[in-house]
């Protein structure tokens, strides 16, 4: 298993807190999920995570929140 400072990305990355950095890389390892054809090297769900956490790390990702009502964000992640 692979330990990453998620407080130092998180702050780097100008995301608000770890809890919506959990929201973003879930968003983000979803979608290379379900992306057809796309390996990845390893298997399973970790390396997907592995990989979003990468992406957001080096600022392969534009990141952007939309409030969906007054205690709640969506998280929309796209690949530079």
């Known amino acids: 298993m692979i330990y990453y400072n998620l407080e130092k990305i998180y702050t780097a990355s100008r995301i608000e807190n770890k809890y919506a950095l959990a929201m973003v890389v879930s968003t983000r390892a979803r979608q290379l999920s ?4 796309r390996g990845l090297e390893g298997e399973g769900s ?5 990989h979003a956490i990468e992406e957001i790390e080096k600022g392969n990702l534009s990141i952007r929140t ?4 007054a205690n709640q964000n969506a998280a ?3 690949a530079r």
Not at 34 to 37: A, L, T
Request: glycine share 6%.
């Open 66 to 69: 939309e409030a969906m009502d």
């Open 46 to 50: 970790e390396r997907f995570i592995t």
């Open 76 to 78: 929309a992640v796209d």
């Open 34 to 37: 379900e992306q057809k054809g």
